[in-house]
């Protein structure tokens, strides 16, 4: 009786291994054949990218992120497919997965900082500027030296009547190797008579300020400072301003009346 017993019990153990090594070996195939069904889908995605037929190649990439939400390199694909289509928000959202499951070496940063730069100035020639400054403000923390950023994020920070931030990125765009001075400088002097003509003195003070220690040729940034002054009520400064602007255009008569009433 004990024999047997010990025989039943040795048995049902055996069979008890048996299936779990079954198991294991049919999990091991199935991640086997997960694999390479991702490796498969992949090879198509990317054959279907090098086409252009990026809404095909996204349903195989999209196929592969769902199966395996850590694969970065799908991801990456997913984003560049998005950056082709045009399609910055999913391109940036695509991109940042592949950045925070993958390697962060400079192919995922390259395309996640093009993702975020195609995003921002999409969403500023959109009038988005909130979410412009995001993207551009989360560009120049892995890029300080693209002056274009800073250029972008201070329009964006200037259609978000943001002044003083507007006046510190042109100004970081401006210290920037390979920056268009000329056209960082319009985006200044726009600035402060936007600023003006929102009754923002103190902030057309300081953009025209700077704009005329850049460019003392000028005559419009210099008057639209004198009348900055005057509004503020420093009207020595805007004296000594309104003759920068006679220097400049002697006949002028706007800052000719202003003289008038002062003196």
């Not at 049902?12 to 779990?20: D, F, K, L, V």
Request: glycine content about 8%; aromatic content about 12%.
């Amino acid at each position: 009786m004990m024999n047997s017993y010990v025989f039943y019990i040795r048995s049902r153990a055996r069979r008890t291994a048996i299936g779990s090594l079954i198991a294991l070996l049919m999990a091991g195939c199935a991640v086997m054949s997960t694999q390479e069904d991702s490796a498969a889908l992949m090879k198509e995605g990317q054959a279907l990218y090098q086409a252009k037929r990026y809404d095909e190649a996204l349903v195989k990439f999209r196929t592969v992120t769902t199966q395996d939400p850590a694969n970065w390199s799908a991801w990456l694909w997913t984003a560049r497919s998005f950056i082709a289509k045009g399609g910055w928000a999913d391109a940036v959202a695509a991109a940042r997965k592949a950045f925070e499951t993958g390697p962060q070496g400079a192919e995922v940063m390259q395309v996640f900082l093009e993702a975020l730069f195609g995003g921002a100035s999409q969403a500023l020639a959109n009038g988005n500027f909130l979410e412009s400054i995001r993207y551009f403000s989360e560009y120049l923390k892995h890029n300080t030296a693209n002056a274009g950023a800073w250029a972008g994020v201070g329009k964006a920070y200037l259609g978000n009547k943001q002044f003083a931030d507007a006046l510190q990125a042109l100004l970081r765009a401006l210290g920037t190797a390979g920056v268009d001075r000329n056209e960082v400088l319009k985006t200044v002097l726009g600035g402060g008579v936007q600023a003006f003509n929102q009754k923002d003195y103190s902030s057309a003070i300081n953009l025209l300020r700077e704009y005329v220690r850049q460019d003392q040729r000028n005559l419009q940034a210099y008057l639209t400072l004198a009348k900055s002054y005057w509004e503020s009520g420093q009207r020595g400064s805007a004296l000594d301003t309104f003759r920068d602007v006679l220097r400049i255009g002697p006949a002028d008569a706007e800052a000719l009346r202003f003289l008038k009433q002062m003196l």
